[in-house]
């Protein structure tokens, strides 16, 4: 008795959403049963492309999919979008950055594996997850329907990295005996820290110290602030101080303690001079300039 033997394989190509059948038959290469062809075909759009009955109406996206998404660098973040309508059409993700097909209804179709489609069958929702993303994968994204032309809802994402930074850095000057007052905030973490910490010229600061005088007010949030106050300031409270939150990068700045014409004192008028000097140079040099043209 003749055996058939073979497979179906369907491939979806570019954004048109192609469907191509291929067949291997057996050596006596005698054509396989269309009905078994038909089955085959069909339950492979209904359990992988999702076909859904017909229905009245073009598809279109949902108003409320978003259009800004921000992730951190190494955690992973979901592009979503979401598809009313979608009939017997297809849902694709692509990069605009280099027009990179990244997946096709619910098949991954790049070689980077931190890239995967996501989707719930019967769902509305068609998912980008990229795991592990990094700051270079920031930029446009765009969700296509294989409608003809395709439509598409643009993503964008931003990548970011936690960042510390103390306000007013990296050179505070104050004035012997007012209060030094240092304001660290912390950006993107993936949560709030559990501690910021303080240190001066690289030893961790002593609230219990003799110096006195020496205080924290710290608020934890999505960007969380750590505030040292330092009442009564002395040249020995010049020098670097360092915010160390635990969980994104350390700042540093150095406060400059001013008394008289004291060495900090003159590094102090030599900051504002270098920021004045170039345009007291041009305004002088201008005035010569007309001085000599108009008589």
Excluded at 135 to 143: A, F, K, N, P, V
Excluded at 184 to 189: A, G, Q
Aim: net charge positive; glycine share 6%.
């Amino acid at each position: 008795m003749a055996r058939t033997a073979g497979a179906v394989c369907l491939f979806t190509v570019n954004l048109f959403s192609c469907i191509i059948v291929c067949r291997q038959d057996s050596g006596n290469n005698r054509p396989r049963d269309q009905s078994t062809v038909s089955e085959s075909s069909r339950r492979f759009r209904t359990e992988f492309l999702e076909d859904w009955p017909q229905a009245p109406g073009a598809p279109y996206f949902d108003p409320s999919t978003p259009d800004n998404v921000t992730g951190l660098v190494g955690h992973p973040v979901t592009l979503l979008c979401k598809v009313k309508n979608l009939q017997n059409r297809t849902v694709s993700w692509v990069r605009h950055r280099d027009i990179h097909l990244l997946t096709v209804g619910r098949y991954t179709y790049t070689s980077d594996q931190r890239f995967e489609a996501q989707h719930k069958p019967r769902s509305e929702e068609w998912a980008l997850r990229i795991r592990s993303p990094q700051r270079r994968d920031s930029g446009q994204y765009e969700c296509q329907i294989s409608t003809t032309p395709p439509i598409g809802h643009a993503v964008f994402l931003n990548i970011v990295e936690p960042e510390t930074e103390v306000l007013g850095g990296p050179d505070i000057f104050i004035y012997a005996g007012s209060t030094i007052n240092l304001t660290c905030i912390v950006r993107h973490t993936p949560e709030p820290p559990s501690t910021i910490n303080w240190s001066h010229r690289g030893k961790t600061i002593n609230f219990d110290s003799t110096r006195g005088g020496i205080s924290l007010v710290t608020e934890k949030g999505v960007h969380s602030s750590s505030r040292l106050l330092v009442q009564a300031a002395r040249t020995t409270d010049a020098g670097a101080y360092q915010c160390a939150p635990d969980n994104a990068q350390s700042a540093t700045a150095r406060v400059h303690v001013l008394t008289g014409e004291s060495p900090a004192a003159m590094q102090g008028s030599a900051h504002w001079a270098d920021r004045f000097r170039l345009p007291t140079l041009i305004f002088f040099a201008t005035i010569v300039y007309l001085t000599i043209l108009i008589p």
